[in-house]
């Protein structure tokens, strides 16, 4: 044992030293005339342990670093820090003087044969884990690089997601075709037995890709993101004309503040002394969600807004000073936020990455609740409107759901299926038979058990805590013993969403980034693949939109199926063109507004 530790590299070195019956030397870390008398008796200290401060060494062991090498790569990699920060002088004097017997690898080393051992290894790790389970989500999603190049990833919920796979499509076009054969080499490698469900975008061929591989595996369920369907339901809202007009003179109202430099710093200190805490902040591409993030801000700073509009120093157009001291401009942002605010409200939490599909259900109800609720109070829309968001509503309900999210919600036992009309009762309970005949088992008895709280589920015990119990722990922890659990925990277990792919390409932009546009596709891939799959393993990816994350909801500034982008200086228009609608006066949009009432 005392030869394993004198060599061992992870042996603390005052182990060694008393193996080796040699006292234990110490060097400070601080320059010796900036110490002050409390850091001299620290050091003089003999009871400190020898991990507190640095020791020298003759030599390392080539074990040892191999270990540091590996690691410092790995840190590298996780942080998307550019390779070359070894061959910066100060990062090598720092550690030089941190520990001058260890040297730090080459640029050449880490790029290829650290990223492809570490690569490797956790590729290996993922695999294995992914064979022994079952219960397996497929999602994917197309993506365009820095470089403009075909990219697709692959992400795999267990129900937790992970990053599997990135493709580069090189010059094969995303065709349903194409994209189906990619997704059953993916399925194929873990075993096609375990997968659920695909859950994509509403793109045309990703959903024909799905039903394509749904012909090869029919237990497979195609899925729609519900977040993404969310997001198109906010553009159905944005489309129309009274809120088209509104939301342009708004967006230009932010951009003429926030981009002009004088006028942003004179509100600068105006937000401060009025304590909204609040930055304008302007929507994305593609992104509808996000339009009601900026109104929010505008709603937030409205106090020191007008305050800029009346400022002797302030250098602002006529029509923005008229708008922002103007009754009914703050009142129309109070509509347009009551219109998308419910959209966005259930977008930020399905987006996430917890097992929520058996709120999907409730979700759309409670918006069409809520507009019901709300539309008297929007002044800007006339009835005519105000149905077509309904039916807007009841449509993208009617794409997106499915019998699984009726039985995710029966399964619930929280609400147990209360809300569910009796026709969607009918298809949930068909749906959980389906699930038990695909595994070979019978939970008629189980269901009808667990609806008449019956048997097992006539004990109170079973319900006491289920408010603050999670569906799945529930099953599993207090119901193991019934065939339903399992049929319950397959469903329960579903993302509703592919926002986990998404993620994973801004982790991918984070890394291809303009600045690191020599990565080769693949290189950057990998090092992506390490990054996301080390932070969610980790946890250091919150669940509640870091400013890494990139929820639908948030701007974005790349390409998206989602249709034609909106220009960067412009929202787009009811008519699906880019013209630009000039700064007025917010009466016009009421008179507008009235006339169209009396026709």
């Known amino acids: 044992m005392s030869s394993h530790l004198l060599k061992c590299y992870r042996c603390p070195t005052v182990i060694k030293n008393e193996l080796q019956k040699i006292p234990v030397t110490r060097t400070s870390v601080t320059n010796s005339p900036l110490q002050d008398e409390s850091h001299r008796e620290m050091t003089q200290d003999t009871s400190l342990t020898d991990t507190t401060s640095i020791t020298t060494s003759s030599e390392i062991s080539s074990e040892k670093k191999l270990y540091l090498d590996q690691l410092l790569s790995k840190a590298i990699f996780v942080t998307c820090s550019p390779v070359s920060i070894v061959q910066h002088p100060l990062w090598v004097q720092f550690f030089d003087d941190l520990q001058p017997v260890y040297k730090l690898p080459s640029r050449k080393a880490i790029s290829t ?47 937790e997601p992970v990053f599997v796979k990135s493709l580069n ?111 304008l902040k302007l929507p994305g591409n593609t992104r509808w969600g996000s339009y009601c993030t900026a109104l929010k801000s505008l709603k937030k700073s409205k106090v020191a807004l007008q305050t800029l509009a009346v400022h002797e120093d302030a250098t602002i157009s006529d029509e923005i000073k008229t708008n922002l001291l103007d009754l009914h401009f703050w009142t129309m942002v109070e509509n347009c936020i009551k219109l998308l605010e419910p959209i966005t409200e259930k977008m930020f939490k399905l987006e996430g990455n917890g097992i929520l599909i ?81 595994l070979n088992i019978d939970v008629g008895v189980d269901l009808a058990n667990y609806r008449a709280k019956q048997g097992l589920w006539s004990r109170p015990f079973i319900w006491k805590n289920v408010a603050e119990m999670d569906p799945v722990v529930w099953w599993r922890g207090l119901c193991k013993s019934k065939l339903l659990s399992r049929v319950a925990v397959r469903i329960l277990t579903v993302p509703c969403t592919s926002a986990a792919t998404e993620r994973s390409f801004s982790t991918h932009a984070h890394t291809h980034s303009h600045k690191r546009n020599r990565l080769t596709t693949e290189r950057a891939a990998k090092i992506a693949f390490i990054s996301y799959n080390w932070n969610l393993l980790h946890k250091y990816i919150d669940d509640d939109h870091d400013d890494d994350d990139e929820p639908l909801s948030t701007p974005r500034q790349l390409s998206s199926p989602l249709g034609s982008p909106i220009s960067k200086d412009q929202p787009s228009t009811s008519r699906g063109n880019m013209q630009e609608i000039e700064f007025c006066n917010i009466h016009n949009i009421f008179n507008n507004h009235d006339s169209s009432d009396s026709d």
């Open 169 to 279: 499509t090189l010059t094969n076009r995303h065709t349903s075709q194409y994209i189906s054969e990619e997704i059953i080499k993916v399925i194929n490698v873990y075993g096609g037995h375990k997968f659920v469900t695909l859950i994509g975008d509403n793109a045309n061929n990703i959903q024909r890709a799905f039903q394509i591989v749904k012909n090869s595996y029919a237990h497979i369920i195609p899925l729609r993101c519900v977040a993404h369907t969310l997001n198109l339901l906010c553009e159905d809202c944005l489309k129309l004309e009274p809120i088209n007009a509104f939301i342009s003179i708004a967006t230009n109202t932010i951009k003429a503040i926030k981009r002009n430099q004088s006028m942003s710093a004179l509100l600068a200190p105006i937000v401060k002394e009025k304590g909204s805490c609040e930055t």
């Open 113 to 159: 044969t650290y990223l492809e051992t570490i690569y490797n290894e956790m590729v290996k790790e993922i695999t294995d884990e992914l064979k022994s389970l079952n219960d397996l989500h497929l999602q994917c999603d197309g993506w365009s690089n820095q470089r403009n190049e075909g990219i697709i990833n692959f992400v795999i919920a267990k129900p």
């Open 358 to 438: 058996n709120e999907v259900y409730m979700a759309f109800k409670d918006i069409k609740s809520t507009f019901n609720f709300a539309f008297p109070d929007i002044s800007i829309l006339n009835e005519h409107h105000k149905q077509d968001i309904t039916n807007a509503v009841i449509r993208r309900a009617n794409n997106c759901l499915k019998p699984i999210h009726y039985a995710a919600y029966l399964l619930d036992p929280r609400s147990q299926g209360i809300e569910l009309e009796e026709e969607h009762e009918v298809d949930a309970m068909g749906f959980i038979h389906d699930v038990s005949q695909s």
